[in-house]
């Protein structure tokens, strides 16, 4: 498995079956501050620059794509032909209360807006499922790798078969937090290892990328199922970031579908 940047994308590839990939800003409509390939409908950009750019980004079609609500919290669904289209061509549909998509079906394209959270993408070695997950820091703590990963093998897919990218998000050299994040990574973890000094003694720097890797490795994801894409959405300009362009901006999209 190998993260591969294409045109204005990143592609995750390795498994056949399996097409995923991450937007970046570049190569859309949009007019500042969500110039310009925005593809969401909730941040004040104008619906039919949205819908145009997301024409563009999906190739496979809107009518096929199922987008989920992100609430950050953990709660994972599979869903399938019947759920094709919700959330696609407006926000009101989404699937409500949901950070984590798994599908069998291959007629559906799973798809969720990032702009500095964790994007995870999980597939089967044999491509008979994929999912998504959006692991800000909460959804993190809260385990909605932990909850996906149990959904997988409760519906009988073997735990080595599962494979995982972790793609672009804000990086430990720019997401600084304070107590009230520290606490409970360190209590998920039992450790401080995703965690260096910040600006002072009351803030610390977070690695994200590599505590969603541990939590996966301590449910028994081995280390070669994994592959980090380790680019920080802060520090690269063709990425919207929630937290540098404070607040108002754009989303990318992360985006996996059977083939």
Same mark, same amino acid.
């Given at each position: !498995?190998?993260?591969?940047?294409?045109?204005?994308?990143?592609?995750?590839?390795?498994?056949?079956? *399996?097409? $995923?990939?991450?937007?970046?800003?570049?190569?859309?409509?949009?007019?500042?501050?969500?110039?310009?390939?925005?593809?969401?409908?909730?941040?004040?950009?104008?619906?039919?620059?949205?819908?145009?750019?997301?024409?563009?980004?999906?190739?496979?079609?809107?009518?096929?794509?199922? !987008?989920?609500?992100?609430?950050?919290?953990?709660?994972?669904?599979?869903?399938?032909?019947?759920?094709? =289209?919700?959330?696609?061509?407006?926000?009101?549909?989404?699937?409500?209360?949901?950070? %984590?998509?798994l599908?069998?079906?291959?007629?559906?394209?799973?798809? !969720?807006?990032?702009?500095? &959270?964790?994007?995870?993408?999980l597939?089967?070695?044999?491509?008979?499922? *994929? /999912?998504?997950?959006? $692991? %800000?820091?909460?959804?993190?703590?809260?385990?909605?790798?932990?909850?996906? *990963?149990?959904?997988?093998?409760?519906? =009988?897919?073997?735990?080595?078969?599962?494979?995982? %990218?972790i793609?672009?998000?804000?990086?430990? &050299?720019?997401?600084?937090?304070?107590?009230?994040?520290?606490?409970?990574?360190?209590?998920?973890?039992?450790?401080?290892?995703t965690?260096?000094?910040?600006?002072? =003694?009351?803030?610390?720097?977070?690695?994200?990328?590599?505590?969603?890797r541990?939590?996966?490795?301590?449910?028994?994801?081995?280390?070669?199922?994994?592959? *980090?894409?380790?680019?920080?959405?802060?520090?690269?300009?063709?990425?919207?970031?929630?937290?540098?362009?404070?607040?108002?901006?754009?989303? !990318?999209? /992360?985006?996996?579908?059977?083939?």
């Amino acid at each position: !498995m190998q993260w591969v940047q294409e045109d204005n994308r990143w592609q995750w590839r390795g498994i056949s079956g *399996v097409k $995923a990939w991450f937007s970046t800003r570049v190569g859309g409509r949009g007019k500042p501050p969500y110039d310009s390939l925005n593809l969401s409908f909730n941040v004040g950009d104008d619906p039919e620059t949205v819908l145009e750019n997301r024409r563009h980004a999906i190739p496979q079609g809107l009518s096929r794509l199922i !987008m989920a609500q992100q609430v950050h919290q953990s709660e994972v669904a599979w869903v399938g032909a019947l759920d094709r =289209g919700r959330g696609a061509y407006e926000p009101g549909s989404r699937l409500p209360g949901l950070d %984590g998509l798994l599908t069998r079906d291959a007629e559906v394209v799973l798809g !969720m807006e990032f702009a500095d &959270c964790v994007p995870i993408f999980l597939a089967d070695r044999q491509g008979r499922w *994929v /999912g998504i997950l959006h $692991a %800000g820091w909460k959804g993190t703590v809260l385990g909605v790798q932990r909850r996906a *990963v149990a959904d997988i093998v409760d519906a =009988g897919y073997d735990l080595n078969d599962i494979r995982v %990218g972790i793609g672009p998000a804000i990086g430990p &050299c720019c997401y600084e937090v304070d107590q009230r994040v520290e606490e409970p990574i360190k209590r998920v973890l039992g450790h401080n290892r995703t965690l260096r000094p910040g600006r002072d =003694g009351g803030h610390w720097r977070l690695d994200l990328w590599t505590t969603n890797r541990l939590i996966l490795e301590s449910i028994g994801i081995p280390p070669e199922h994994i592959a *980090v894409l380790e680019i920080c959405t802060s520090c690269r300009p063709e990425f919207f970031s929630y937290r540098r362009d404070s607040k108002v901006t754009g989303r !990318m999209g /992360g985006f996996i579908c059977r083939i």
